[in-house]
């Protein structure tokens, strides 16, 4: 059968069926247990529409089997005195999700403290975090970067035999041998927050598991259901700062299938109850400089969380944005060459708006260092870069003088030379004008690894044999250090220092 016959008697076939293959996990006795628990650096109490210190707040977020009428958090300095509790009536869910996504801010917090914190429920946990840095802080410090993350197990990869293909599951807890999770979770206590610029769970790619083909509404949900509950352990500790790629578009990626998902499986459903209450806006200015108190006003105006928003964190302005949509000739939005029709979520221009103000109002004498993440990239060993993206953020990263842009979507490691408009930059990784590029986009999921393919003449590295991730540490103002790490044994594959003098405090280039 075509596949395209297939797929669209798929509803029809499912209906004959009464009992559901797809692995969705038990529900629990107490419907109030928070379940996929998920932290993040927060800027604004969007609840009760208050201003707060913006590096002095912390989003915690988690899911339940029923709606809460009030989501609290208790809250202290120390395990035994939770002293402190916060409260929303943010618990929202969608047509086909079994669960409820609940959201409180923490605000007030003192940075750089540690925090010991328990959603209030009659089954749950003390669980802790660090607050943030403030913007300036000069303490080094390093961040992960996870992207292209799938579920593991039944529905997910595996790690048995050759990692670029499915196989048998061990018969093992799948939590604990997905390598690229078990790593973060080994190293814990070797990065302060970790980002994750698109693809989550791989949901959309339900119907390569077999047992999920009469079962596709119930088979994306148990994905998702699955990944955050892998993911929960890290997410629930470090802040975990999420932006949007193509899997999280529709509950399928086949060209001009989406049509076919139910209403809660369209257009970035679950990634918008899940992530836009905790991700920030834009972080108000610590500059002196009225001008760049302006821009950073009206970036906080025009963010749109968690499709494009900004944060500060010490000596680093990381910027996360959206590749799929909202921009012209955006792959995944009605039209677009990923014919995943979604979008806009934003009025016309207002993305590329954003990112000129956020990027004007950075004050390099506070935050020296500037990071933006987002998930298409147009510099790429093996070709199909995205052209549309380069066409509509590259000039403005240049502009702004970006030290550091951070991709995925193409499944392995890669490290460029820093790069504009095709060409490597003459100074190389001695205080370049361009920026440094690097994909990281190896972490594991069903689809495999790519090769590396045909490379480009300033490619420094480039990784396909194994799962990995990035560890970017700021070491100073002036000296970045970018690693790539085996997940499976931690071994550092590539290093590499990026110095920049930052001698400008605003630049134009």
């Not at 047509?95 to 750089?112: E, H, K, Y």
Request: hydrophobic content about 40%; proline content about 7%.
């Amino acid at each position: 059968m075509h596949v395209l016959t297939a797929i669209k008697a798929l509803p029809v076939l499912a209906a004959a069926y009464v009992s559901a293959a797809a692995s969705l996990p038990p529900i629990p006795a107490d419907l109030t247990t928070p379940v996929q628990q998920r932290i993040a650096i927060k800027g604004l109490n969007e609840t009760k529409l208050t201003p707060l210190l913006h590096h002095e707040a912390i989003s915690i977020g988690w899911n339940t089997y029923k709606q809460l009428e009030q989501p609290c958090v208790k809250y202290g300095l120390s395990r035994d005195a939770l002293t402190l509790q916060s409260c929303s009536d943010q618990s929202t869910t969608y047509a086909s999700s079994r669960t409820w996504s609940n959201v409180v801010v923490l605000g007030g917090l003192r940075p750089a403290t540690t925090y010991y914190y328990q959603i209030v429920s009659t089954n749950s946990t003390v669980e802790h975090f660090m607050s943030p840095r403030v913007p300036g802080d000069t303490t080094p410090f390093s961040m992960d970067v996870v992207i292209d993350l799938g579920v593991y197990g039944a529905d997910g990869f595996t790690l048995k035999g050759d990692h670029a293909k499915r196989d048998d599951i061990p018969l093992i807890d799948p939590a604990l041998n997905h390598t690229t999770i078990d790593r973060l979770a080994r190293t814990v206590n070797d990065y302060e927050f970790v980002i994750h610029p698109g693809d989550f769970a791989y949901a959309d790619d339900w119907f390569l598991s077999p047992k999920n083909l009469l079962h596709g509404e119930a088979a994306f949900q148990a994905i998702l259901e699955q990944f955050y509950a892998q993911l929960a352990p890290i997410a629930a500790r470090k802040p975990y700062m999420a932006s949007p790629g193509n899997h999280e578009a529709a509950c399928e990626e086949i060209p001009f299938t989406a049509g076919l998902c139910p209403e809660g499986q369209k257009n970035f459903t679950d990634f918008m109850h899940r992530f836009s209450s905790t991700m920030p806006t834009a972080f108000a200015s610590n500059s002196t400089n009225c001008t760049a108190a302006s821009q950073a006003k009206k970036a906080q105006a025009l963010a749109n969380p968690p499709f494009w928003y900004s944060f500060d964190y010490g000596m680093a302005h990381v910027v996360m944005f959206n590749t799929e949509t909202d921009f012209p000739d955006a792959p995944d939005q009605p039209g677009g060459s990923a014919h995943l029709d979604g979008g806009p979520f934003g009025a016309n221009g207002q993305q590329l708006a954003f990112l000129e103000a956020d990027l004007a109002s950075v004050d390099r004498t506070v935050t020296p260092w500037v990071v933006v993440a987002g998930h298409r990239p147009w510099y790429t060993t093996g070709g199909g870069g995205c052209k549309p993206c380069q066409a509509a953020f590259e000039p403005l990263f240049y502009k702004y003088g970006v030290d550091l842009g951070i991709f995925g979507h193409v499944h392995n490691s890669q490290r460029f030379q820093p790069a504009y408009n095709g060409k490597a930059d003459a100074a190389g990784m001695s205080d370049p004008k361009a920026p440094m590029y690097i994909v990281a986009g190896g972490a594991g999921n069903i689809e495999g690894l790519s090769s590396v393919g045909s490379n480009v003449s300033f490619n420094a590295f480039a990784y396909a044999e194994d799962f990995s991730f990035a560890k970017i540490t700021f070491t100073d103002r002036t000296h970045l250090q970018v690693d790539f790490i085996r997940s499976s044994t931690g071994d550092v594959l590539d290093t590499s220092v990026l110095y920049k003098s930052h001698a400008d405090r605003f630049v134009r280039q």
